[in-house]
Every structure is written in structure tokens, then in C-alpha cells.
DNA sequence: TATATATGCAACCTTTCGGTTTCGCAAACT
DNA sequence: AGTTTGCGAAACCGAAAGGTTGCATATATA
């Protein structure tokens, strides 16, 4: 089992159901009810997304409401940073060049 | 075939592959070299990259260079955006709270 | 022209994925 | 106590993923 951020948003159905308790914590038949698919389907997405710490749970009686651990949502974030980070360099590289055209412009 | 950019993004090695040409173009045999793989799951890797638009190719001879798609890598930031604003706005009505917390103190 | 090199593509295989069905368990009704 | 409801876990299945091997093609080199 791979089981990162990564593999987890992958899937459309559970980067549907990350928005969805984005909003606010839901039970897993709540958000089953948002779509075309089981109630035990979803139920293993939320276990995918609970194994990768994306997603925490709060038992109330017998109904479980899942939320959204948004500390873990900004790893993505860290990733696209580092990338950020390369292409502001190639963009300043450029700036660079335009700036050395127009000096020998004049 | 899916082929959208979270699925492009979900595999390991692409993400790799991504990091190592942000900085500058390669071809798949200088790109394989730096995995213990062969050139032609690489080459399979850079296909996927490329139906998604996120790697571009430039012929020179008999040799092939990839390079990152940024603005394609933007896409990922537009989602995240979007839940960004929704957990600004949450973090907002807990300041809210906060706020008439303090008040009703006084 | 013959050979080496750079590459993509198709076939094949094993593993993983996503969904459904069935089951068991615990909490809440009646 | 018996039934309904909310849930997770396991078994099963077809499809897709990721890797390897072998082959075809085009460009460079001897």
C-alpha cells in the first residue's frame, strides 16, 4: 500500500468528497448521498483518506462525521513550493536576458 | 484512460520527473539515468505527462527533449485555491467567535 | 552502405484500484 | 427483547497501472 497525499486526491470521487467535509464533517451516508455510488464505496475512500491523514473522524453514538485535516492538505503545497521556486528563477533569468537585450538596444 | 494532472502527479517517479526538468529540458535516456529504471517505462511516464499537457517535446536530430508545462502545473494550485478560501473563511468565523467571546467578557 | 544510437510502440505480466455484495457488530428505536 | 439503522471489513471481480522484453523507425557515424 502506496498510500500518500499524492494517490489519494487522484481519484475524483475522493478529491469530491475532500470538498464536501472541507465545509463541514459529515457521516459517511451523508456524503454517499452526494453520489452515484455506495455507501460502502465511499466508505473505503474515507478509509484511504483517513490512512494518509487527510481526513479525522468523531464518533457520536452509532454515526461517525468525518472532517478535513487541513495541516496535511498544505504538503501539496510544499511540493508545488519547491517547483514555485524553480520556475520564479526562470522567469528572473529571463527578466535578465530582456534587460541585457535592451542594454545593447542602446 | 483518465489522464487528468492528479492522476499525472500520483505516481512517484513522475513527480520526479517533473522536479528534474522544472530546471531544464532532457531527453529519456539522460532523464532514465537517474532512476533505476528503464528508458522505456520512462518513456512510457513522459507519455502520460505529455496527454496530460503538463511536459512538452522539442525534436533536435534524432534526440527528443522534455520540459515542464508550467502553466499547466498551475491547475493544481486553482483546486487548492479553492479550498483555501474555504478554510480562510473558517478560520475567519473562528475569529468571529473569538472576537464576541471578548467582548461579551467586558 | 553498414553499424550504432535515440526513441516510440505493442505485447505481455503482475499488482493495484475502485466498485459491489455479503456479513457482523454496535447503537438507537418500538 | 426484537427490529431498524449506521457503520466497517472481507471476499470477489473487472479494469487499469506500471514494469519488462522485443521490435520498428529514424538519425548519426564509420
Given at each position: 500500500m502506496r498510500r500518500d497525499i499524492f494517490q489519494a486526491i487522484a481519484d475524483p470521487t475522493r478529491r469530491a468528497i475532500i470538498t464536501l467535509i472541507a465545509l463541514q464533517s459529515m457521516t459517511p451516508n451523508a456524503i454517499a448521498d452526494?453520489?452515484?455510488?455506495t455507501r460502502q464505496s465511499v466508505s473505503k475512500h474515507l478509509r484511504i483518506l483517513t490512512e494518509c491523514q487527510l481526513v479525522k473522524q468523531e464518533q457520536q453514538g452509532r454515526e461517525i462525521y468525518y472532517s478535513l485535516e487541513i495541516k496535511k492538505m498544505k504538503e501539496i503545497d510544499k511540493w508545488l513550493e519547491q517547483l514555485r521556486k524553480i520556475w520564479e528563477t526562470r522567469y528572473n533569468q529571463l527578466d535578465k536576458v530582456l534587460l541585457t537585450m535592451k542594454k545593447q538596444k542602446k
Open positions: 452526494n453520489f452515484h455510488t
